[in-house]
């Protein structure tokens, strides 16, 4: 099939590429030539594992192409999937200026049936706006459809090309049969393509996402509980997870979530909420536990510090909002690193993919190390943010001789507790009760 995306980033670029994989004729379409001449050369603008030999590959065999020329895209495709930036308003609210203005382009360059796809992530009624633009400016028939994308970072590709499911929210039998047809080579193995209305479509992705980020929350509370009263959070979440009803998806108890989705989506479900008459008491509540999560963890530095880390130095391994991306939006490292940073603190930090993306957010605020271990020298803690595989197995004699105090702060729960005492280390993470080794005489001045 001839197929157009619209917009270059993360979801566009993912979708565009795994839909040339299955053999469709995909033009990308971005407004910024610098990013397609890029990708015209292989150079990918995101890491996401698998996604760059993808795109060489479709690329070489003339089934993917980019371009800025949204009209010749449109004029020589059927269905036009628009999947550009949603950013979040101040308010929560979910900014749709992009999308509106790439349906008032592809409007004025239809030339015939077009089915227009949202596959960006939007509030409930979006398909209708889209639609109204679209009938004020063309004769052509079309069709609108919302066809939300479940894509997790790091794992985006077997996401798209293995769906659990697929939603199509459309009214129209003739663009719910061209979808089918689209998604049927993904789901050979027999995982369901669900067709629904386009308004609970567009309600399901916002659903989704901020009941995962509800999980999350929850299990970050009861860790927070947890530590009050000397329970073991890790054995809790195994009791937990161990129940076929809750399952053990998302229920890891850490610094909160992070990224593209689940902060701005629950925030812009919480203001469709609020501005139909509802409290939304869960959402609202997901949302402050998230965000308090990281300043408890900073002030578990603080406690051990005497509260006066001013001058001292930490080592922070880990800067992407989750490992296998580049992703540092709602990071946490970034909350964690700013109230660092405002207390008088020094920062050395590493992280396999994100330094260039740390760069241009705290630029020269702190160090960037070339390694893990090059951010000990000097250090008066090690923190531990992003749980990338390599942080799993470190050296922890070579640690323990770099660092001032042998101290560590692990905001994933990645060491055995135990063992980190006997190794000689006053260990902290999340969820257990701070009854271990705590010899305050080895802080360094």
């Known amino acids: 099939m001839k197929l157009t995306v619209v917009g270059t980033g993360y979801v566009g670029l993912v979708a565009g590429t795994c839909l040339a994989e299955m053999g469709n004729n995909v033009i990308c379409v971005d407004n910024n030539p610098d990013k397609i001449e ?42 036009c999937f ?14 749709l200026t992009y999308v509106l203005e790439v349906a008032k382009s592809i409007a004025k360059s239809m030339n015939g049936y077009k089915v227009i796809v949202n596959k960006s992530t939007v509030p409930v009624g979006t398909a209708d706006k889209v639609k109204a633009i679209i009938s004020s400016i063309t004769q052509y028939e079309f069709d609108v459809v919302s066809n939300p994308e479940f894509l997790k970072q790091g794992a985006a590709v077997d996401d798209f090309l293995k769906p659990d499911r697929v939603i199509i929210g459309s009214e129209s039998p003739k663009a719910t049969e061209l979808m089918q047809e689209v998604y049927s080579p993904f789901l050979r193995t027999g995982n369901p393509i669900i067709i629904m ?20 929350s929850f299990i970050n509370e009861i860790a927070n509980i947890c530590e009050t009263v000397g329970a073991d959070v890790e054995q809790v979440r195994i009791g937990m997870s161990t129940d076929k009803r809750i399952g053990s998806q998302f229920l890891f108890p850490g610094l909160g979530y992070g990224g593209s989705c689940f902060p701005k989506d629950v925030k812009a479900l919480i203001k469709i909420a609020e501005d139909s008459g509802i409290n939304p008491q869960i959402l609202s509540s997901a ?20 509260n006066d880390i001013k001058g001292r130095t930490f080592a922070v391994w880990g800067l992407a909002f989750k490992p296998r991306t580049d992703d540092l939006r709602e990071a946490p490292s970034i909350t964690i690193i700013n109230r660092l940073l405002e207390l008088g603190a020094n ?13 241009k957010i705290l630029g020269d605020k702190i160090t960037y190390a070339k390694n893990s271990y090059d951010t000990l020298e000097d250090a008066d803690a090690l923190i531990l943010v992003t749980e990338w595989n390599e942080f799993r197995r470190p050296d922890f004699d070579k640690i323990k001789s770099m660092l001032k105090n042998p101290v560590i702060f692990d905001g994933r729960n990645q060491y055995e507790a135990k063992r980190m005492k006997e190794r000689g280390f006053d260990y902290f993470n999340i969820g257990k009760s701070e009854v271990l080794n705590l010899n305050k005489e080895k802080i360094t001045v």
């Open 287 to 306: 949302d402050r536990v998230n965000q308090k999560q990281r300043i408890l963890f900073v002030e578990k530095v603080l406690k051990y510090f005497n």
């Open 82 to 95: 628009i999947a550009v930036g949603t950013p979040q308003g101040e308010d929560g609210s979910c900014d």
């Open 197 to 216: 209305d386009v308004k609970s479509a567009e309600m399901s992705k916002y659903a989704a996402n901020s009941f995962l980020a509800t999980k999350i």
């Open 347 to 359: 920062i050395k930090a590493f992280d396999p993919k994100a330094i260039d993306a740390t760069k």
């Open 38 to 79: 890029q990708l015209r050369k292989g150079i990918v603008p995101i890491y996401e594992p698998g996604l760059d030999e993808l795109i060489r590959s479709n690329v070489s065999e003339n089934r993917l192409t980019f371009t800025t020329d949204l009209d010749y895209a449109v004029k020589n495709s059927t269905i």
